[in-house]
C-alpha cells in the first residue's frame, strides 16, 4: 500500500483513555506472565521430582503437552507486553495510532478495542487475505 502522511486525530482525552487502556493491559499481562511462570516453574519441578521420562512414562505425553502448552501461552504473553510497551513509546512519540501499513489514521474504536493495534483494519484485512 502506498504511504500516507496523515497522522492520528486524537484528542487528549482520547490519548488519556488510551494511555489508560494501556497500562491496564501491561498489568494484566504482567499479572498473566507471572501466573504462567510459576505454572512452569511447578511443571519442571514435577517432573524433576517424579524422574518420569517422557518418552516412556504413560503420563509422559500428557506432561509434555501440559509444558509445551504453557510455554506457548507464555510466549504469546511476552509477546504481547513488548507489543504494549512499543504501544506506549508509540503513544509518547506521536506516532500511536498511525497505520504502520498505509500511513493513515488507525480509528480510536480499534485502538480501543486492540490498544496495541499498528494497523487500520483495511491494512489488517489485506494481510489476512
Known amino acids: 500500500m502506498a504511504k500516507r502522511s496523515r497522522g492520528p486525530v486524537l484528542s487528549p482525552s482520547e490519548r488519556a483513555d488510551l494511555r489508560d487502556l494501556l497500562g491496564a493491559d501491561r498489568e494484566l499481562t504482567l ?25 516412556h512414562d504413560p503420563e509422559g505425553s500428557a506432561t509434555a503437552f501440559e509444558r509445551e502448552h504453557v510455554q506457548a501461552l507464555l510466549h504469546q504473553a511476552r509477546k504481547h507486553l513488548t507489543d504494549l510497551e512499543t504501544a506506549l513509546e508509540r503513544l509518547d512519540d506521536g506516532t500511536y495510532g498511525v497505520c504502520e501499513g498505509c500511513g493513515g489514521p488507525i480509528a480510536v474504536e480499534r485502538l480501543r478495542a486492540r490498544p496495541a493495534a499498528r494497523t487500520c483494519i483495511a491494512c489488517a484485512s489485506a494481510v489476512q487475505h
Open 31 to 55: 499479572a498473566r506472565i507471572g501466573s504462567l511462570t510459576h505454572d512452569w516453574d511447578d511443571i519442571v519441578e514435577s517432573s524433576a521430582l517424579a524422574g518420569s521420562d517422557d518418552e
